[in-house]
C-alpha cells in the first residue's frame, strides 16, 4: 500500500514516525507493506528523511494511480475539504485526524467512500489517541446510546487541573498551557468550547445515525470560571470540569458543551492534566469509559496509522458507517434541567432564598458573597429566576440540592 500524507506538521511527522518505528508490526497487521510514496507541504525541509518525497503541489497525489490511501493531518475545512473530496472521487481511501472536516462534511464523505466501495476513516477526529470512533461503529452498534459525556478537550481540562490543584488563575493556568504547547497562540476555539462543540457533533451523529450541526449545539466556555469557584468547588467536594454532553430524553436529542460541578462518584472527577475521558451509555450495556492520551504527537498519529491499517486490510471494500445528511435537531436548549450553583453578592442572599425558594448553602469563608446550589430546573426557569439579582457566576451542577 503506497500513501501519501497531506501536511507535514505535528501529527503528519508523527504519522510518518509511527509507520517508521513500527514498520514490521504495521506490516504484519496490515497484511502488506505500508509505504509513504509523498509528502504535501507548501514548506521545505531541507535535510529532512521525507525531502525525497516531499512535493508542493496536490496534482501530483491526486493522479498518481499508486496512491491507495491519503492522510489528511492538515487541519481548518479548506483547502482539506477539497483534496480529501477528490482523493475520494479517485478512488482512494482517506484517514483524516480533522475534527472540523468531519463535523461539517462527515456525512458526505462517508456517502462518496461507500459508493466507490473504499474508506474515510477518522479516529484521530475525537479523544486523540483514545479509541472511540471505531467501537460507536462497531463494538456497540447492538446498543440504542442513550448519553455520551465526556472530557473531550485536553487543554482545558489542563487549565481547570491547574486551577483546581494550584489555586491558579485563569489567565494563569492558560499562560502555562501555551508555554508547554497545550493551547494554542490564540486558544478561542479550546477555551469557547469550540472544539468541543466539533468533537461532539461528531461523536452524536455516530451514534444517532443523522447529522449533528456543531453550530447547533449549545457552548459554553471556561473563560469565566475563576479561582474564587475552585474554593468553594473544595467545600462541595467537587470538580469543575469542561464536558461535551449529548442525550436522549423521551425522544428529545439535547447538546451542550459547559463547565460542571462533578463529584467523586462521577468516573470523570479523576481525569486531570490533558488527559480525556469519554462515557458511553447504552441502554442494555450501561456504562463503558473510554480513556487517554486526548491530543499529542504520538498519541494520535498512532489512531490515524490504525486507520490506514484499517483501510489496507479493506481495500475494494467500504466499512459501513451509519452517518445520513439528514439533520437531528437538538431540541431546544431552554427547555434542558439542570441544577445550578450560583454565587450572589451579600446583600442578595434574601432575594435569593425568596426567589429560588428550597436552597442548599454553600459556605467558603468568602467576604460579601452569598453562595448556594439550587433545585433541577429548566435553563429558561433559571434564566428568568436569576434575572431578579446580580449573579456573580453560575456552573451547572450535577447534584440538587
Known sequence: MKIAVLGYGTIGSGVVEVLETNKESISKRAGEEISVKYVLDLRDFPGNPIEDILVHDFATIAEDEEVGCVVETMGGTEPAYSYVKEC??????????????????????????????????????????????????????????????????????????????????????????????????????????????????????????????????????????????????????????LLAQGKMVDGNFYAMVAPKMIKEENPLYSVRGVFNSILVKGNTLGEVMFYGSGAGKLPTASAVVADVIEATKHQGQNIVTIWSNKKLEPANHDEMENSFFVRVPAADAAKAKEVFGDIAEVSANVAGEFAFVTKKMTEKAFEEKAACMTVLNRIRTEWEA
Open 88 to 241: 475520494l472521487l479517485r478512488g482512494k481511501s482517506v484517514c483524516t485526524s480533522n475534527k472540523a472536516l468531519v463535523a461539517k462534511h462527515g456525512a458526505e464523505l462517508l456517502e462518496i467512500a461507500r459508493q466507490k466501495k473504499i474508506n474515510f476513516l477518522f479516529e484521530a477526529s475525537v479523544g486523540g489517541g483514545i479509541p472511540i470512533i471505531r467501537p460507536l461503529n462497531e463494538s456497540l452498534t447492538s446498543e440504542q446510546i442513550l448519553e455520551i459525556n465526556g472530557i473531550v478537550n485536553g487543554t482545558t481540562n489542563y487549565i481547570l487541573t491547574k486551577m483546581s490543584r494550584e489555586g491558579a488563575t485563569f489567565e494563569a493556568a492558560l499562560k502555562e498551557a501555551q508555554n508547554l504547547g497545550y493551547a494554542e497562540r490564540n486558544p478561542e476555539a479550546d477555551v469557547e468550547g469550540h472544539d468541543a462543540g466539533r468533537k461532539l457533533a461528531i461523536l452524536a451523529s455516530l451514534s444517532y445515525g443523522k447529522q449533528v450541526d456543531f453550530e447547533d449545539i449549545y457552548m459554553e466556555g471556561i473563560t469565566k470560571i475563576t479561582d474564587t469557584d475552585f474554593k468553594y468547588a473544595e467545600v462541595l467536594g467537587a470538580e469543575i470540569k
